[in-house]
């Protein structure tokens, strides 16, 4: 069977990827009430159907920081995805690059930034901040001398929320997982995955992490790592050390509440995306969909505002675009693609994402991507 819509994807991916592995990806935090609140409440949004409107011709592209998209819509940062399928972040980013759309790597990635940059495209850079100041220096400069057009600063980490699937699953980091794989599949060679294809790339980010890998043992535990390591003193003054080394775009992400958002605004962010993390940190807040109006009207004219959290279609996105936001980033659809099937599942999932959204427009009446707005929404039905 062919995978067509998103949930095919998330199937296959169950299928091929050792448990641990999808259940990092598919899980959130806690209750992983805000996980499900992210889909539903996109689910309950109702679109306006408009019919008897010359739709020959619309338009998907949109502009963002200087850039030209061929869709609204990014891949949105996802650590270790290197995991999931031999150089992960080097398939999933010729697959974005073949859409024209961005890939955004994760500080946490496995393939390095000099890697995913020189397999195309410079990605957009994720940063997480960790409390040696002197890391981060380099690790901006490199992202820098990479090329990397946008930085996204992801200030909703700054401690992991629990997922209790990854404690079930025995998800405990990069030293552990050789043997935790081992202890699971019993010694049997998985299908679809080797240990090999993860340890052959230089994770670019974590010395230690690399350290582990070739038995210095100093990651056990890879939440534990994050505890130790990132930075929970981190304010908006954190930004003017970031301008210092970087001076092109910088986009806040996480951000859930109207407040915060003008505070990104004073701070001087470019951009911002309206995100809770995909549902794996704070569980119990809103859902992205349900933030994304307050935070449109409050800071709507003075930067670029982003979204992620729970987009499983083109239609979702049209959704979100019609409530304020210029683009969506997609996480687990394109972890669970690239899981399923490489660079050549993730190119098919962005198409048929691009097809959704085409169909979306159209029915709606739409022509122009970058000019959606709240006519595109049926405002008798129940919204959130
Ligand atoms: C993430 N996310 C994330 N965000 C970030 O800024 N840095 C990171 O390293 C990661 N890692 C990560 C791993 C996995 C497996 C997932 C699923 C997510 C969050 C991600 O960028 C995005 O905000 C959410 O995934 C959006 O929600 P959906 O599209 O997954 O519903």
């Not at 020959?56 to 990014?74: E, H, R």
């Not at 002197?134 to 946008?150: E, F, H, N, Q």
């Not at 980091?173 to 230089?202: E, V």
């Not at 210092?244 to 701070?267: C, F, H, M, S």
Request: charged content about 20%; hydrophobic content about 45%; aromatic content about 8%.
């Amino acid at each position: 069977m062919k995978p067509a819509s998103m949930s095919d994807y998330r199937e296959r991916a169950r299928r091929r990827l050792p448990p641990m592995f999808f259940e990092y990806i598919d899980g959130g935090s806690y209750a992983e009430e805000t996980l499900r609140r992210n889909v539903r409440d996109l689910e309950a949004i109702a679109l306006r159907q408009r019919v008897m409107r010359d739709m020959s011709k619309v338009d998907l592209s949109t502009t963002l920081f200087g850039q030209t998209l061929s869709m609204p819509l990014a891949l949105a940062p996802v650590g270790m995805a290197g995991m999931y399928a031999a150089r992960g972040e080097v398939q999933a980013a010729r697959a974005a690059a073949g859409a024209g759309v961005p890939f955004c790597l994760s500080t946490v990635g496995v393939c390095s930034i000099e890697e995913v940059a020189a397999a195309g495209t410079p990605p957009w850079f994720q940063l997480y901040m960790l409390k040696d100041r002197g890391y981060m220096r380099d690790l901006i400069t490199r992202a820098k001398d990479a090329g990397c057009p946008v930085l996204v600063f992801t200030v909703d980490l700054p401690i992991p929320g629990a997922r209790y699937r990854d404690v079930r699953s025995g998800f405990t980091g990069l030293s552990g997982l050789p043997a935790a794989i081992n202890t699971l599949w019993q010694g049997a060679t998985h299908p679809a995955w080797s240990w090999d294809l993860f340890t052959q790339g230089r994770p670019h980010t974590l010395g230690s992490v690399q350290a582990a890998v070739q038995g210095g043992g100093r990651v056990n535990d890879f939440l534990a790592w994050i505890a130790r390591n990132f930075d929970r003193s981190v304010t908006w003054k954190d930004l003017d050390f970031v301008r210092e080394i970087w001076d092109g775009p910088i986009v806040i992400k996480g951000v859930l509440d109207p407040d915060d958002a003008r505070d990104a605004v004073r701070a001087g962010a470019q951009g911002l995306v309206v995100s809770n993390h995909g549902g794996r940190q704070l569980d119990g807040v809103s859902s992205s969909i349900a933030a994304l109006p307050r935070i449109a009207d409050a800071v709507g004219g003075d930067l670029e505002i982003l979204m992620d959290g729970g987009i499983r279609s083109g239609l979702d996105v049209l959704k979100a675009l019609s409530l304020g936001a210029r683009a969506c980033l997609v996480g687990r659809p394109w972890a669970w693609a690239l899981g399923a099937g490489g660079e050549a599942m993730v190119s098919r999932m962005l198409g048929v994402m691009r097809s959704e959204l085409t169909t979306a427009m159209i029915l709606t009446g739409c022509t122009t991507a970058a000019r959606a707005n709240a006519d595109m929404l049926d405002v008798a039905a129940p919204q959130n």
